[in-house]
């Protein structure tokens, strides 16, 4: 990787999926691009206009040119837009690096527009976000954050901790018998309000963390409950054998599906039971193991019938208790807290999936939520520590002052203010080539 070195290579990679296509993108950066062009295109077209030209002896097509800094990475760039046949841009590409471009690594465009300042770090990680994302409503978060908004709600609350460092500092002058009670009295009032703040950020990124993970959702219970005709149901589709003889299910089986632009994956798995033939057996472990890594579990047995669900469910993840077939047992009395449903026809999946979302934390406020990484999660909670041992702290003034300085560093690991270079390694490796 190249370091932060304002003097940097050329790199250059195929920006388009592998695969045939009507088009194929080869992106350029880096200083030697009008040499490349030169090369290429026999001279550098005109800026930001499309161009129609011979690429190389390979192909012909448009290119386009992006003088720095107006460019994705602020560097100069060139896309040149061929036919999207992977031997074409195999030697679009090859063309590229005979030309002295070198082959990009992944995600080091993105890279480049970091260190260049045309993205902070969430927004830069927001572009992998989106692309990556599995439902519309994640994608419209990352681009959310993409435009800045996680970044500027980041901002605003170092902006507040910035003030208020100012005016510990200023009282830091004075002994403490000397400090006015009413600036005392406003440092405190002001930490509440960031706190405050602060919560209401980490509640939206904790929130919109939901849409980039996904939520496991393991359905279990005894054989034959209906646990596969009710994935089935959720999925909209005939995913899982459903057959009336029990212990049909044997492996687990992983439906993504979306509830609400949530992304859920939902796991059928087999009966639990305990006199089963050895291959049920195996599948029965295989059960207890998707339930260690449950977020939500959902415990399915028959309205009206008296057998329990298994043993030792476990407690960490949430449980919904679904009661189905509730077509059979139409005088059935659903249990306070638990679900009834009928994946014969449908009864009850709406108030089941409502669950499931409530389960995991999701309201739907129309509110617009963060799209946050582990990583943000962890600032934030961390930034909070601090804030509330700085709670603890108002009168010994230098404390409190360190721990609003602890706070704002946190913060400012987010977007990349203050940073750590196997950071950057981290973060980048994860994106695609030729973004
Ligand atoms: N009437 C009625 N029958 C249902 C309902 N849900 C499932 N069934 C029937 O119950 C039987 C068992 O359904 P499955 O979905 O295979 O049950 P399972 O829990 O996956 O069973 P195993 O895989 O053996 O653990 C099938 O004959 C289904 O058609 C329901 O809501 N109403
Ligand atoms: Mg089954």
Known sequence: MPSDEVVRDTIAAIATPAGRGGIGVVRV???DVPRIAQAILGGLPE???ATFSALGDVDEGIALYFPAPHSYTGEPVLELQGHGGPVVMQALLGACLDAGARLAEPGEFTRRAFLEG????AQAEAVADLIDATTREAARSALRSLAGEFSS???ALVAQLTELRALIEAMLDFPEEEVDPLHAKDAAARLARVREALDAVLAKSRQGSLLRTGVHVVLAGRPNVGKSSLLNRLAGDERAIVAPVPGTTRDALREPVQIEGVPLVLVDTAGLRRDADAIERLGMERTWRELESADVVLAVR??????AVPEGLPQRAMRIDVYNKLDLAPDFRVPAGAVGVSAKTGVGL???RQSILEAVGWSAT????FLARERHLRALESARGHLTTAVTEVHRWELFAEELRLAQAALGAITGEV??????GEIFARFCIGK
Not at 419 to 424: H, K, Q
């Open 29 to 31: 950066s880096g200083p």
């Open 47 to 49: 800026p930001r206009v």
């Open 118 to 121: 045309k993205l902070d770090l």
């Open 153 to 155: 709600a980041v901002a």
């Open 302 to 307: 028959e309205a009206g019938s008296n057998a």
């Open 350 to 352: 709406d108030r089941l």
């Open 366 to 369: 129309g509110e617009s939520v």
């Open 419 to 424: 940073r750590a270079d196997d950071l950057l």
